[in-house]
């Protein structure tokens, strides 16, 4: 089992940053592909970004290109979402979940666990 533990949403203005970060506990943090996903209201969840085990890779969803970056340390168990230039658009639930496959994906289904998100808003 992976536990999952989302931080840092909250209230922004447009234009603004966030950086979430997702800490695990459990197994080892650096076997699992880690990635992001978001949920915005009356809409389905989707893929946001998603990183290597090793961080050597990154893969990203493409409104959110040039804006988020993804990153991890594995010393420290954590992924992180930097934020910038965000829009009203990007409100939504982030969730991060963890991946025991070696491949980055996009799919859901290919996630083995998440967390129970945390809330990010843009006010315009």
């Known amino acids: 089992q992976v536990q999952l533990v989302e931080s840092g949403g909250g209230l922004v203005q447009v234009g603004g940053s966030l950086r979430l970060s997702c800490a695990a506990s459990g197994r080892t943090f650096s076997n699992y592909v880690m990635g992001w996903f978001r949920q915005a209201p009356g809409k389905e969840r989707e893929f946001v970004t998603a990183?290597?085990?090793?961080?050597?890779?990154?893969y990203y969803t493409d409104s959110v290109k040039g804006r988020f970056t993804i990153s991890r340390d594995n010393a420290k168990n954590t992924v992180y979402l930097q934020m910038n230039s965000l829009k009203p658009e990007d409100t939504a639930v982030y969730y991060c979940a963890a991946d025991s496959s070696p491949l980055l994906s996009k799919v859901e289904y290919s996630y083995d666990y998440w967390g129970q998100g945390t809330q990010v808003t843009v006010s315009s």
């Open positions: 990183i290597s085990r090793r961080a050597g890779s990154t």
